[in-house]
């Protein structure tokens, strides 16, 4: 077919192809989150329905992008990783950041009835996306620790902030001077001695935030395995969590695999066998039932 005349214009757009050979992370974060969350009142310091409607939404978009490998997650925040080769829109940045994004707000929207029982949704909220590309394992692992510091950071000041308001009596003018200038031990023990509160008692979803990865996890009774994405709260800054998942995740995986490179191949899963699995996982079997183990 003949180019109209007004073809040219298409040469305006600008190209954004993403580098080649580097983990791409893309970062959605809730625009203004410090006022929707009042306007909906989420409980302080931490909204356990609001996280869970997180990670709902999160896991929708890892269901729809399957070369999203892992995504973390904390407070208003979103950090998909994507495999080093993935060829997902040509490595457009905008197409993937846009597409990741508008998934995300929309399920956020979707699941927040069920989420967010009884709570009327306000207005619509939105969240910005990023990309962000790490040329190499030590930078792309530092981003994810970097992101689990600042939840461990906020979260610490935040529910010391809200025991000295909420339990102590202190406006929260007198909480912020209160702690002032002080280290993560200080408010330990704050709300040790104050409060009698054991802050390693606390969930770990709030102390270390939420990571999904992909799994196969086992059906026992008719012994059907399904690829299913799971939610683990574990350091990153710990060596554990790289030695417990080392499929996909570490280079020398795919050099020692090149055969399943093109696919993607998750490893078992070993969910302990005396906890029982989350409802996240259990809805993506499409039925309620705890007879499911890793397999
Ligand atoms: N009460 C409450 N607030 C939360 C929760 N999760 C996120 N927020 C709010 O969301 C904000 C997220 O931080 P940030 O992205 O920097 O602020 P924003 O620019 O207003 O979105 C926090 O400062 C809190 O005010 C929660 O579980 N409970
Ligand atoms: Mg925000």
Redesign the pocket.
Known sequence: MAKSKYEYVKQFESDDKLLPNCWLVVRI???G?NKFSKKHKFEKPNDRRALFLMNRAAVSVMEEFKDIILAYGQS??YSFVFRKDTDLYNRRASKITTCLCSLFSSSYVFYWPKAMEGVKLQYPPAFDARAILYPTDDSFRDYLIWRQVDCHINNLYNTTFWALVQKGGLSNDEAEKRLKGTVSSDKNEILFSAFGVNYNDELPMYKKGTILLRKRLTDLRSNKSKVVIIPIHQDFIKEAFWEENPDFIKEAFWEENPEILGMLKPGTCTWPVDKELPDLVLEQYHFKDKEIKAS
Do not use: A, L, Q, V
Request: charged letters at 65%; aromatic letters at 16%.
């Open positions: 974060d809730g625009k989150f208003d925040e």
